[in-house]
């Protein structure tokens, strides 16, 4: 299976301030379609996980513009330009090139 | 609007067996690609199985550790997916979540069940 690994852990931020969380993948994520089929889900305390970014850099519909996503091959990255206090909870990348869909352990984002 | 609505997690014990279902709502299910995803408390997202669209065979596909003892299945009438578990372990104890997969990701989300396996 393709092992997902996230950087930070645990990401303290200010409000107003950017963050970014890495996501790296055992194996190349490209796809022989030539797509990158790497997902980011934000999951709030107490709710289930909400789909953010698929493809690696599509937002989905209704996801805010500050949060964009980038990478290729094994190396991804999640941004937020000016994190809000709604953003708080934990952010997972998720591959779905390979069989089976694997995530990453997930990164605490919250509030200093 | 999308919805689905999980339900049937319970404490159950080792051994033993459950059925969760998935109520949907604003999709088809037979129509789409449906998934089981589960969360064991404080932890992070498993991927359980899924069960293809009716146009492409309705196939299942399964993770390892529930393969041969998890099934999914669907009733087109009641526009609901189903995932019948057996011989079940601690292991198992989690959120499971149901959710539509388009565009090689999980774009709805259920609010998730809650199944615990303990004596």
């Known amino acids: 299976d393709v092992v997902m690994t996230q950087t930070p852990l645990s990401s303290p931020v200010t409000l107003g301030q950017p963050a970014s969380i890495s996501c790296r993948s055992s194996?190349?994520?490209?796809?022989?379609?030539?797509?990158?089929?790497l997902s980011w889900l934000q999951q709030r305390p107490g709710q289930p996980p909400r789909l953010l970014i698929y493809?690696?850099?599509n937002r989905f519909s209704g996801v805010p513009d500050r949060f964009s996503g980038s990478g290729a091959g094994t190396d991804f990255t999640l941004r937020i330009s000016r994190v809000e206090a709604e953003d708080v909870g934990v952010y997972y990348c998720?591959?779905?090139?390979?069989?089976?869909?694997?995530f990453g352990p997930g990164t605490k984002l919250d509030i200093k | 609007e999308v919805q689905l609505v999980e339900s049937g997690g319970d404490l159950v014990n080792p051994g033993g067996s459950l059925r969760l279902s998935c109520a949907a709502s604003?999709?088809?299910?037979?129509?789409?690609?449906m998934t089981w995803v589960r969360q064991p408390p404080g932890r992070g997202l498993e991927w359980v199985g899924r069960i293809k669209s009716k146009a492409v065979g309705g196939t299942t596909e399964y993770a390892a550790p529930v393969k041969g003892r998890f099934t999914i299945s669907r009733d087109d009438s009641k526009n609901t997916l189903y995932l019948q578990m057996n011989s079940l372990t601690t292991e198992d104890t989690a959120v499971y979540y149901c959710a539509r997969e388009d565009n090689w990701t999980f774009e709805s989300w259920g609010q998730g069940t809650l199944v615990t396996v303990s004596s």
């Open positions: 493809k690696t850099s």
């Open positions: 194996q190349s994520l490209l796809h022989s379609d030539g797509n990158t089929y």
């Open positions: 604003g999709l088809t299910v037979s129509n789409n690609y």
């Open positions: 998720m591959q779905a090139t390979h069989f089976p869909f694997t």
